[in-house]
């Protein structure tokens, strides 16, 4: 792991189809997908709604499989991959964030972070110190023992963040993450996100509608037809 990370993509999708039946008749969604996401790079994934977007996300996450097309991660493809290897891979390898937390309510900041690690199997020492690390480093070293409902919607959205780098992955998914915030709030969590490409050279993709956010991100990519385009 880690040699030569750079001379392969983090992720690659290769001629990713992806269909879905509703009713009678089968939709395309994604129709030939390729993409490479690098390490220590930002791409933002800017395409209308109903485009395929989380779709794109999904299976780039082993969240989903694709009908055709293979998915590799640090250049191993995972098709005949196990569902529990699978899930090893999702586990170290690959950090989500959704537009909504999704944290745990009757948990903790600092519980919801240690929880991915604690699920690898790590000693509970250990995760408690790199999960205060890692809420320090955004910004909430103060909100350590607050619950989901006492923390305000950026403040969530920063521990969900956290959680996704608990296991220090490969690369970071994120679905419209701050689709849900007014714009001061979603100008501090995507700073928290830029700040971990540039910290961690975690590999980043960005499902946004945020044009503004986008153009401060290294690359810009759209879903065309199914298949994906570089913008500029
Ligand atoms: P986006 O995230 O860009 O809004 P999605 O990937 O969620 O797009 O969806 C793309 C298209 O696929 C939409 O038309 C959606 O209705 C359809 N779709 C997504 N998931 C399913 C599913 N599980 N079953 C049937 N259709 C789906
Ligand atoms: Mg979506």
Redesign the pocket.
Known sequence: MGQGADDVPVIYLHEIRRR???GEAP?T?LDGVKLALWAGQSVALV????????????IAGLLESPDEGEVYVAGAPTSQLTDGERTNIRRTDIGFVYQSHRLLPEFTALENVMLPQMIRGLKRRETIKRATEILSYLGLGERVTHRPAELSGGEQQRVAIARAVANAPRCLLA?EPTGNLDPGTAEHVFHALMQLVKATRVAMLI?THNMELAGRMDRRVS?VDGKVVELD
């Open positions: 879905y039946i509703q939709l969604v395409a209308p709604s109903g485009s395929g977007k989380s779709t794109l996300l999904h679905d499902a879903l």
